[in-house]
Structure formats: structure tokens, C-alpha cells
Nanobody
Framework: QVHLLESGGGSVQAGGSLKLSCEVSGDTASIKRVGWFRQAPGKEREGVAAIYTDGGLTYYANPLKERFPISQDNVQNTVYLQLSSLKPEDTAMYYC??????????????WGQGILVTVSS
């Protein structure tokens, strides 16, 4: 089993920044990828960024790459998502997810509870 706990969300004004953290616990050795998703009000959930735990290769849903870089600290078993130059349309629930298998780039088996990011104009 894998458990994911997000933190770092909150309210911020447009142009501001937040750093989301995803603490991974449980069978961490089995995890191959960790990703971040978001779901805005009234919209479907979408992938934002993901990272391979072995080697740190990253990939993104364009055009978020430059504003939302993903990184990891393998010692702390934590994956980060830096949110920069935030816009009101970035308001959403942000979810951390983990995959222990292959599959598509946005296919993940384990999910956190999500954390809210609100950006005001």
C-alpha cells in the first residue's frame, strides 16, 4: 500500500506562488512515478506534472511546465510542485498520485485526498 499526503495549499493573490508537497509513505520502494493533477470547479481532472522516482525524469502537461516545475527529495520521500505566477484560472483542487506500474503517462493507482489552491484576482 502507498499513502500520499498533500500540503502547502491555500489562498494567494494572482501573481503569487505556492509550493505543494506530497509526502509518500508505505511501500515507497514500489513506486515508479509520482504525479500531480488538478481539478478546477466544473472541470475534469487533468494531469499537471509527473516525475520518475528513479532518475528524476520529469514530464508535463503543456503549457504548465515553466510555471509549475516538479521536483523530489528521495531522502524525505516527498515530491514537490512549485506553483508560480499563479492566475485565477489555476484555482483548483490539486492531487498527488503515485504509480507502481507502467501504463499511460497520466495513469496512476494511488491518490491523495487533495489540497485546495485558491487564486484571487
Amino acid at each position: 500500500q502507498v499513502h500520499l499526503l498533500e500540503s502547502g495549499g491555500g489562498s494567494v493573490q494572482a501573481g503569487g506562488s505556492l509550493k505543494l508537497s506530497c509526502e509518500v509513505s508505505g511501500d515507497t520502494a514500489s513506486i515508479k512515478r509520482v504525479g500531480w493533477f488538478r481539478q478546477a470547479p466544473g472541470k475534469e481532472r487533468e494531469g499537471v506534472a509527473a516525475i520518475y522516482t528513479d532518475g528524476g525524469l520529469t514530464y508535463y502537461a503543456n503549457p504548465l511546465k515553466e510555471r509549475f516545475p516538479i521536483s523530489q527529495d528521495n531522502v524525505q520521500n516527498t515530491v514537490y510542485l512549485q506553483l508560480s505566477s499563479l492566475k485565477p484560472e489555476d484555482t483548483a483542487m490539486y492531487y498527488c498520485a503515485a504509480s507502481t506500474a507502467g501504463g499511460g503517462p497520466w495513469q496512476f493507482e494511488y491518490w491523495g485526498q487533495g489540497i485546495l489552491v485558491t487564486v484571487s484576482s
